[in-house]
């Protein structure tokens, strides 16, 4: 059964760092890999989605690595900024393609 | 389009009364999912449809948790009779290709 883990579980920086969020999966035959953000209350945003013949997506501040075979990936936020503080949630879609395993998030606190 | 819409935003209850969650997918879309999101377990897949077809259900929790998608372009969640341990976010998702757009969600609370 797939097992998607996300380290840490809450992370506090101040504004301008860059910060680097981890997420692990016990099974390397996935269809892709997404991260999401979540703001407090609210529903989930889609941010990245890698392929699994990728090694890697950015956009803007950000940028997310895959490494398949190890079962990791990162999600990489330079300068980081307040409005940055969020869930992030880590997801690999299953080789079917149908279904999305969430790790538990890493939640973000930016402070100026 | 105004995304997936789920209602209510906010739902208290009784234990041991029905209780009914509803999602409006965004139009065109062929999959359609219930997760329930707790502090405990995370964020969890219920069930999903393709197509109007329940096709996955083994994340249900329970026999006392039913759900259904009548046409494309509605689906309800209900839990009969609702317990305490039943409290959670309830989020609604929809997808076409690749990426799941997901509802506001339902936050239940069973007393």
């Known amino acids: 059964k797939q097992e998607v883990t996300q380290i840490p579980a809450a992370l506090s920086v101040p504004e301008g760092e860059n910060l680097v969020l981890n997420c692990s999966f016990t099974d390397s035959a996935i269809y892709n890999l997404q991260w999401f953000r979540q703001d407090p209350g609210k529903g989930l945003t889609s941010l990245l989605l890698i392929q699994s013949s990728q090694r890697e997506q950015t956009s803007g501040r950000l940028n997310a690595s895959l490494d398949k075979s190890s079962g990791r990936s990162t999600l990489y936020i330079a300068a980081s900024q307040p409005g940055d503080s969020a869930t992030y949630l880590c997801?690999?879609?299953?080789?079917?393609?149908?279904?999305?395993?969430f790790g538990k998030g890493t939640t973000l606190s930016v402070s100026s | 389009d105004a995304g997936v819409i789920q209602s209510p935003r906010h739902e208290v209850t009784e234990m041991g009364q029905e209780v009914t969650l509803r999602c409006k997918p965004i139009?065109?879309?062929?999959?359609l999912f219930w997760y329930r999101q707790t502090m405990m377990r995370g964020l969890e897949l219920l069930i999903y449809?393709?197509?109007?077809?329940?096709?996955?259900d083994s994340g249900m929790p329970e026999d006392r948790f039913s759900a259904k998608m009548p046409n494309a372009s509605f689906s309800t969640l209900k839990i009969q009779p609702s317990e305490p341990r039943d409290s959670a976010v309830y989020f609604c998702?929809?997808?076409?290709?690749?990426?799941?757009?997901f509802g506001p969600g339902t936050r239940l609370l069973v007393l």
């Open positions: 449809f393709n197509n109007n077809v329940p096709i996955d």
């Open positions: 139009s065109g879309h062929d999959y």
């Open positions: 998702a929809s997808r076409r290709q690749e990426t799941q757009y």
């Open positions: 997801a690999v879609l299953n080789q079917a393609g149908t279904a999305l395993i």
